[in-house]
T-cell receptor
Framework: IAGITQAPTSQILAAGRRMTLRCTQD?????MYWYRQDLGLGLRLIHYSNTAGTTGKGEVPDGYSVSRANTDDFPLTLASAVPSQTSVYFC????????????FGQGTRLTVV | DAKTTQPPSMDCAEGRAANLPCNHSTISGNEYVYWYRQIHSQGPQYIIHGLKNNETNEMASLIITEDRKSSTLILPHATLRDTAVYYCIVRAFHNTDKLIFGTGTRLQVFP
């Protein structure tokens, strides 16, 4: 089934540890996005990529890095996790050349302790 | 992308129409209005989008005012499963930049 997949589904991480959240899509969408959603709040854009090989900063990029080596994958890395990064992380993709809607993954629930 | 303003919360009786407003007074001529919703802790789900004409699909209807400065999402017969946060977003059709979500409207459908 075509779509967007995130891994892991949930994770408990010790502060100071490095963590990479994975995101893969098989729809050949050019654009991909990472959001975080804190409890009871809206989605905030962390980083985005308009095409393979390019990335950009969103609203809350500090403490996170991304790469886009190919069209399908867009990993999000926390170099040294802090408790304030406890959140639910959503990955999304869209085909901006046709103005299609964005498709979202099921989310990764990350707890930094 | 133009900024949007939505009421923080609304209630609707089951079976009645839910009308969710969105103000986008700074919208540009090439910007579309998109609606998404997020049920509980799931990923957001696309509902509908439009430029200037009213649009309808199996989920909802979108009414855009003639001056395009505001729009209304209509769920014609709300059910309990429509309880969610609804986001109105304005962006250009070929925008290759950011996709920014606002705070949305929390719709509570009650029996």
């Amino acid at each position: 089934i075509a779509g967007i997949t995130q891994a892991p589904t949930s994770q408990i991480l010790a502060a100071g540890r490095r963590m990479t959240l994975r995101c893969t899509q098989d729809m050949r969408h050019n654009a991909m996005y990472w959001y975080r959603q804190d409890l009871g709040l809206g989605l905030r854009l962390i980083h985005y990529s308009n095409t393979a090989g390019t990335t950009g900063k969103g609203e809350v990029p500090d403490g996170y890095s991304v790469s886009r080596a190919n069209t399908d994958d867009f990993p999000l890395t926390l170099a040294s996790a802090v408790p304030s990064q406890t959140s639910v992380y959503f990955c999304a993709s869209s085909d901006t050349s046709r103005g299609t809607e964005a498709f979202f993954g099921q989310g990764t629930r990350l707890t930094v302790v | 992308d133009a900024k949007t303003t939505q009421p923080p919360s609304m209630d609707c009786a089951e079976g009645r129409a839910a009308n969710l407003p969105c103000n986008h007074s700074t919208i540009s001529g090439n910007e579309y209005v998109y609606w998404y919703r997020q049920i509980h802790s799931q990923g957001p789900q696309y509902i509908i989008h439009g430029l200037k004409n009213n649009e309808t699909n199996e989920m909802a209807s979108l009414i855009i005012t003639e001056d395009r400065k505001s729009s209304t999402l209509i769920l014609p017969h709300a059910t309990l499963r429509d309880t969610a946060v609804y986001y109105c977003i304005v962006r250009a059709f070929h925008n290759t930049d950011k996709l920014i979500f606002g705070t949305g409207t929390r719709l509570q459908v009650f029996p």
